[in-house]
């Protein structure tokens, strides 16, 4: 049964969930053969949450059928796109990515472990951080805008060859105190509606929110395809969405408070596989 | 030419005789609709994929009129039966005169 559906609205939420026709209990395989792990057992620091669940998992089985199959997912466009500039060269040293890297699939240990730090700068980086990093430091290139098209592609590319890793992002040395701002973020109420990341997606996880299931916000689908803006969506993106729900002024995309938060997020689905590009709502 | 536009199209390679196949095509492309506007707000000038059709050994299995809303990257699937082993032709008419195609053998035993 709806095993994540907790407390008084239970037997509610059943009800309507079946409606919808999700299937909690499904397990997802990609292409027939990329098993991924959407439900795992939390990760030690988490105290309020037992199972951690992939956002695939709150789907309706019309949206999950979208990501089983590489054809049918219309994130998987992006990743196209994705490699055709990876082996673009660009910049004043004439470098692709193809030219250091390879093929992307030599990067697939990349996703799981991003949000990471990173001695030589001493800053923790993110996934888009890296390759500005790599864009500016050895292609001689132009950076890419935080979460513009050009940058979701390259992440999905790097996210869907390494789907079905598992998320393992470090909390601990020199990450630590980035991430304990964001775990603070997390439980830190925002805007008129006086709501944090937590009362939606660690109390009410299962339950409705207006027409639609609140998952566990975990970041292990990003970037994700939502069938709403049918484009890409970076992870920041997506919390600046949900700090504006809130009816708060923001954080910036690509800004400290929220490359902490990403942080913190990540390490809440330590666990779960990666499964970028995702389809959501 | 409308950026990024590359069609894909998924073919079972062999089939049996009188077998009903599933054919799944997608192609890559905005589908602006002529109905929205630009920032500064002069209308964006329509551009969409107008037809599609799909022959089997010249004859025609598909042909279908597209209109502006139909959503970005127009994704069809449909099933057939193939009575032999043979070719097929997918094409797409985009509205600035370009015309994509895309071809599939099927072997039938």
Redesign the interface.
């Known amino acids: 049964m709806k095993s994540f559906v907790k407390g008084g609205a239970a037997a509610l939420a059943i009800i309507a969930a079946s409606q919808v026709g999700a299937d909690e209990d499904a397990n997802l395989i990609i292409n027939g053969e990329t098993e991924i792990t959407v439900r795992a057992d939390a990760p030690e620091h988490l105290d309020n949450v037992s199972t951690i669940y992939s956002g695939w998992v709150f789907r309706s089985d019309e949206t999950q059928a979208l990501q089983m199959d590489d ?2 997912n ?1 994130g998987m ?1 992006f990743v ?2 994705g490699r055709d500039s990876w082996v673009l060269a660009e910049g004043s040293e004439g470098k692709s990515c193809a030219d250091c890297h390879n093929e992307p699939e030599s990067l697939a240990n990349v996703r799981p472990t991003y949000p990471k730090w990173n001695d030589e700068t001493e800053e923790v980086r993110t996934i888009a951080m890296q390759i500005n990093g790599c864009r500016t430091e050895q292609m001689g290139a132009e950076p890419w805008k935080y979460d513009s098209t050009s940058m979701l592609n390259m992440e999905a590319l790097l996210s869907s060859v390494a789907r079905g890793q598992v998320m393992n992002v470090a909390i601990d040395g020199p990450a630590q105190s980035m991430w304990e701002q964001g775990k603070e973020l997390y439980y830190t109420r925002t805007g008129q509606l006086d709501l944090s990341c937590a009362n939606c997606h660690e109390d009410n996880y299962g339950n409705y929110i207006r027409a639609d299931h609140l998952s566990q916000g975990q970041t292990n689908g990003f970037p994700v395809y939502r069938l709403k803006n ?1 484009k890409l969506n970076g992870v920041h993106s997506r919390f600046k969405g949900c700090v504006r729900d809130t009816r708060a002024e923001t954080y910036a995309v690509g800004s400290e408070e929220f490359i902490a938060l990403e942080l913190y997020v990540a390490s809440r689905g330590n666990g779960l596989s990666v499964e970028g590009p995702a389809v959501r709502n | 030419m409308a950026e ?1 536009v ?1 069609p ?1 199209v ?1 073919v079972p390679r062999e089939a049996a005789a009188g077998d009903t196949i599933t054919i ?1 095509t ?1 192609i ?1 492309h905005n589908m602006e609709s002529g109905q929205r506007k630009d920032s500064d707000g002069n209308p964006i000038p329509r551009s969409i994929i107008n037809r599609f059709t799909c022959t089997f050994n010249g004859e025609t299995v598909l042909d279908v009129m597209m209109e502006p809303a139909i ?3 127009p ?1 069809f699937e449909f099933d057939a039966v193939v009575p032999e082993s043979g070719t097929f032709e997918f094409t797409w008419y985009d509205d600035d005169g370009d015309v994509y195609t895309e071809t599939k053998d099927i072997t039938v035993s």
């Open positions: 054809f049918d219309p466009i196209d796109q049918a | 990024n590359k894909r998924r799944k997608l890559s959503s970005t990257n994704f």
